[in-house]
């Protein structure tokens, strides 16, 4: 997700959650709304992607931090099953608030299915950016990608040291 | 090339008057994702009545089809996000392409860019008429003038504003309600909704305070279309104008499924 983060104010708000399936358990609008969740079992690239790995698939999606900052999503543009995904290229573009956002793929490989539920209701990326907003799955080409992907506490710092930089 | 000289970014400043404005946003398009400069172009009017629809504008949702076909109006989808406008020789145009790190205070996400642009324009403006960012529109007072879209990259963003210096009427019919409406409009109609730019400000006025308000943030270098590197034309180029096919089969499924509606 091509986004920065929020100011100093929510620089300690992020948390970790145990796993994807505890993450319907953390509301989407709560009071304090600073709060963005961060799942374990996920990889995070700096540009606010993540990507699960299971097998020879992994699906890719971007984080709740990145969904709370857009607003609310309106569009979403993704590649074609069959095509091809390049890690650190844009491979579509969310759209929000007057604005088009690129996404950017953490990984390469093939698309191997494209979550079409998207093209009618693009607010499931705000409301579960982790599950139902998954945006692709993809069959790596180099799985050693994964590696140079950062885990959830480093990318709850990344946040954070992106927080105080501003 | 970005230069600093005392701490602050080049921007290159590309005036243009009349150029058409699918040539303007391709431009546009092509300097976000292939340039590594700072720019401000700014279009004194474009030459024919266009609409320009947003990155997810539906044509069968936003266009009166049967007119538009009918006179032969240009339809342009643009790479920005946004509404739907109708533009001419009596809009005007201002767009800021910028690298986020020559503006390290300015969050690249939409609210953060918008909020700078506001204050970018209220200096431009300096309390004529009321002017200010009200929910992402630039008004004078309730009644808006000024449509805002923009796009991000990885490293660089471009926040683009159509000013309504006047408008014609005839033009406006073109366009439908859209159903995504901003809160302070309330319920008004379009003559009610909006207003003419030239009726609070002199263009060249307007013209000359936006130069000089990015020249507050920004070392400002002249260049003209010619002198613009073009060599690299290898990006991603999403902007395009719609053809009257296109047109005619989305006004073709309208109306049939207007008919089986009426049926039903």
Redesign the interface.
């Known amino acids: 997700m091509a986004l920065r983060m929020w100011a100093s104010s929510t620089a300690n708000a992020l948390k970790l959650s145990s796993s994807a399936s505890k993450s319907h358990l953390l509301p989407p609008f709560s009071i304090s709304r600073c709060f963005s969740s961060v799942l374990e079992g996920f990889k995070y690239a700096n540009s606010h992607e993540w990507v699960k790995h299971e097998g020879s698939v992994a699906t890719i999606g971007i984080s709740d931090h990145a969904q709370d900052h857009l607003g609310e999503v309106v569009f979403v543009e993704l590649p074609e099953e069959k095509s091809s995904v390049t890690k650190a290229n844009n491979f579509g573009a969310v759209e929000s608030v007057k604005a088009t956002s690129e996404i950017i793929s953490p990984i390469s490989g093939e698309v191997i299915e494209v979550n079409t539920k998207l093209a009618d209701s693009p607010g499931l990326i705000n409301s579960s950016p982790y599950e139902d907003g998954w945006m692709i799955k993809v069959k790596p080409s180099n799985p050693a990608e994964l590696e140079s992907l950062m885990g959830p506490k480093e990318y709850t710092k990344f946040c954070e040291e992106e927080d105080a930089a501003h | 090339m970005r230069v600093k000289n005392v701490g602050v970014p080049l921007m290159n400043l590309v005036k243009l008057r009349g150029t058409p404005i699918l040539q303007q946003l391709l431009l546009e398009e092509r300097l976000l994702r292939s340039s590594s400069a700072n720019w401000c172009i700014l279009n004194d009017g474009t030459n024919l009545p266009t609409i320009v629809m ?3 504008g539906k044509p069968c949702e936003l266009v009166e089809l049967q007119p538009v076909l009918r006179d032969r109006i240009p339809v342009i989808k643009r ?5 739907t406008v109708i533009v001419d020789e009596n809009t005007l145009f201002v767009s800021l392409i910028c690298n ?1 790190n020559d503006l ?2 300015v ?5 953060s ?2 909020a700078w642009s506001g204050s970018l324009y209220s200096q431009v403006f300096n309390g004529i008429g009321d002017f200010q960012l009200r929910e ?1 529109d630039y008004v004078f007072g309730d009644r808006k003038f000024g449509g ?8 660089r ?1 471009i926040h683009h504003t159509s000013f309504l210096w006047d408008y014609s009427e005839t033009n406006m019919s073109y366009l439908k309600l859209p159903s995504k409406v901003p809160q302070y409009r309330l319920g008004r109609d379009h003559t009610d909704f909006v207003c003419r730019m030239k009726d609070y400000i002199e263009r060249s006025v307007f013209i000359e305070n936006t130069i000089k308000a990015v020249g507050t943030q920004f070392m400002l270098k002249e260049l003209s279309l010619d002198e613009i590197d073009d060599s690299c034309r290898e990006h ?1 180029e999403t902007t395009r104008l719609l053809t009257l096919d296109e047109l005619k089969e989305t006004l073709a499924k309208t109306s049939r499924s207007e008919s089986i509606a009426q049926a039903v």
């Open positions: 947003g990155f997810s790479f920005t996000g946004g509404g986020r390290p205070d969050l690249p996400y939409p609210p860019l918008m992402n805002n879209a923009q796009s991000i990259t990885r490293n963003w991603l």
